[in-house]
């Protein structure tokens, strides 16, 4: 993170990471649950399905759907996650592609 003055007012200008700006482990994996969670979330408000609806669709504990919804992921894998996004009706494309830099990087990408 870089500092820099705007409009008088000392910033730091974070990553497009926020996992990595707070110094957390794994930043890339956190990042892609997150995103995995959130369009999770979308799908059980759109389908209007309760927790425990959402729990039996995605073949996990309505536990596990509480905690999630919280925040609370850490317990799901990606692709646990993946699994659960399949069960509501969502595909998951996976795109590999070669990089310009020595090292890859990891993108969630949501269509619209």
């Given at each position: 993170m870089t500092k820099e003055i705007i409009d008088g007012i000392e910033v730091e200008i974070c990553s497009n990471n926020i996992f990595s700006d707070l110094g957390l482990p794994?930043?890339?994996k956190l990042k892609i649950k997150s995103g995995l969670v959130i369009e999770i979330t979308k799908a059980l408000r759109k389908?209007?399905?309760t927790q425990s609806q959402?729990?039996?669709r995605m073949?996990?504990?309505q536990a596990k759907?509480?905690?999630m919804l919280k925040g609370?992921?850490?317990n799901l894998s990606e692709r646990k996650l993946m699994d659960c996004l399949n069960r509501l009706g969502y595909?998951?494309?996976i795109k590999v592609k070669p990089t310009s830099?020595?090292?890859?990087h990891l993108l969630f990408c949501v269509a619209s």
């Open positions: 794994n930043p890339d389908l209007g399905l959402a729990a039996h073949c996990i504990t759907v509480s905690g609370d992921f850490s595909d998951i494309e830099e020595s090292l890859g």
